[in-house]
């Protein structure tokens, strides 16, 4: 079984900035990749960022520039690094972790970003 535990959510003005964490625990097999995505209310989930075992990045093209994701292999962590904060960016941000052959997603529970003044 495998757990991720997600962090770093919260309450910030316009501007500002927050770093996720995901960590990854449990019955730990190969990491493929580790991402970032996030839900607003009434909006589909949306892909915010992924990055693979070897470092390779992929960003939503809006989110560029604002927003750096990346990751301790030996932690099993990923951090999502965001910047310049803008109200449209409130969601739940979830983790989500590929792991082993076939593939498996697994996601974390979510956390809070809220953006208001």
């Known amino acids: 079984q495998v757990q991720l535990v997600e962090s770093g959510g919260g309450l910030v003005q316009p501007g500002g900035s927050l770093r996720l964490s995901c960590a990854a625990s449990?019955?730990?097999?190969?990491?493929?990749?580790m991402g970032w995505y996030r839900q607003a209310p009434g909006k589909q989930r949306e892909l915010v960022a992924t990055?693979?075992?070897?470092?390779?990045?992929i960003y939503a093209d809006s989110l560029k520039g604002r927003f750096t994701i990346s990751r301790d292999n030996a932690k099993n962590t990923a951090y999502l690094q965001m910047n310049s904060l803008k109200p449209e960016d409130t969601a739940v941000y979830y983790c989500?972790?590929?792991?082993?052959?076939?593939?498996?997603?697994?996601w974390g529970q979510g956390t809070q970003v809220t953006v208001s003044s």
């Open positions: 989500k972790v590929v792991m082993g052959w076939p593939a498996t997603n697994y």
């Open positions: 990055i693979t075992s070897g470092g390779v990045t």
């Open positions: 449990g019955s730990i097999s190969s990491i493929n990749a």
